[in-house]
């Protein structure tokens, strides 16, 4: 009863900018509320070039009220009421927020609902057709990153949509000044993986932009490769396919006039190696592939993402080639 109630009082506003040109807009749901750390997010994406050609949603979701947090003499009218009230509050904060990002987009428009945040979240995404969800991080400390992690892991593992998880700057005296200049892009084996850099260009991203292509080769345990006769097959099948990658990326992007940085690592676990290696070289964005379809991959983001998701000081993007017009409602 107070579900349905909350979905009739759910308002909608919209802020519409300047359109550019004929190209197909893409569709963004940025998941806020008044953290600084969705302020974040939001600068984060302003200085994107592709910005303007974005039609951003701000979607915001108020909490369902436990019982345990009303008095005892409370009746369900007044649940409704403060549930209401609640809403609007947010409404308001997603108008002031629409209002000052409006000549930053192509369009922006808000939308609050009622429920568990990482629940309703991923259902907007789908029911909207997102190209890109944003998510703002708590922060960049390890304690940070692990207390903030079940949100983003259930966003993550069941959004089909890309996922653009945006973090603070490391200083407070970092300001975000415009686009990333160097991105490292994870190349794996799948084929799909050669179309990351792809992002590049949906990002609007110059070439100006420092690109690093890695690739980590997963080291067998030693107890592993004694018990693997055939241990140099092994290296030999699984490093073509991601160095013929990276070769044939990099001479692509080369032709676009890109600088690129190549780089195959060896190390026992992926994540962390393409971790390092952003902290490394400084690179203010990873983007990286998801090319899990069956249901309990799914249900099971792979270790790499998730390692990205909790450990990475880096901004992530998880990149999900679907087609939207194709996503369920």
Not at 34 to 57: F, G, N, R, V, W
Not at 60 to 72: C, F, H, M, T
Not at 274 to 290: F, N, P, Q, S
Request: net charge neutral; glycine share 4%.
């Amino acid at each position: 009863m107070v579900s349905d109630l909350l979905e009739r009082l759910s308002m909608s506003s919209a802020f519409r900018a300047t359109a550019i040109g004929d190209n197909e807009s893409m569709q963004v749901i940025a998941a806020i509320d008044q953290s600084t750390a969705s302020s974040h997010a939001l600068e984060y994406i302003k200085c994107l070039p592709c910005s303007e050609a974005m039609d951003l949603t701000l979607l915001s979701v108020a909490p369902p009220i436990a019982p345990g947090d009303l008095n005892e003499v409370m009746f369900a009218n007044d649940i409704a009421d403060i549930q209401k009230a609640y809403a609007d509050n947010v409404q308001v904060f997603l108008n002031a927020a629409a209002e000052n990002l409006c000549n930053q987009f192509k369009s922006v428009k808000t939308i609050t609902l009622a429920g568990m945040r990482k629940r309703e979240v991923v259902r907007a995404a789908m029911k909207l057709k997102a190209d890109i969800l944003l998510l703002g991080a708590m922060g960049r400390s390890t304690i940070a990153r692990l207390l903030w992690g079940s949100t983003a892991d259930y966003v993550a593992t069941h959004a089909k949509c890309s996922t653009l998880v945006a973090r603070p700057p490391l200083l407070e005296a970092d300001n975000l000044t415009g686009p990333p200049k160097r991105v490292l892009i994870a190349v794996g084996h799948a084929d799909a993986d050669a179309r990351l850099p792809q992002w590049i260009q949906r990002l609007g991203l110059t070439p100006s932009t420092e690109v690093h292509l890695v690739h980590v080769m997963e080291v067998l345990p030693s107890y592993m490769q004694r018990l693997t006769r055939k241990a140099s097959a092994y290296w030999k099948e699984f490093r073509s396919p991601g160095a013929l990658h990276i070769q044939e990326l990099q001479m692509r992007l080369n032709s676009e006039g890109f600088s690129v940085k190549s780089a195959i690592l060896e190390a026992f676990h992926i994540g962390q190696a393409i971790a390092k290696y952003a902290d490394k070289h400084r690179c203010e964005l990873i983007v990286t592939g998801d090319q899990r379809e069956s249901l309990v991959n799914r249900l099971m983001l792979g270790s790499t993402s998730r390692y990205l998701l909790r450990h990475a000081t880096s901004n992530l993007l998880i990149a999900r080639e679907v087609d939207r017009f194709s996503r369920a409602d």
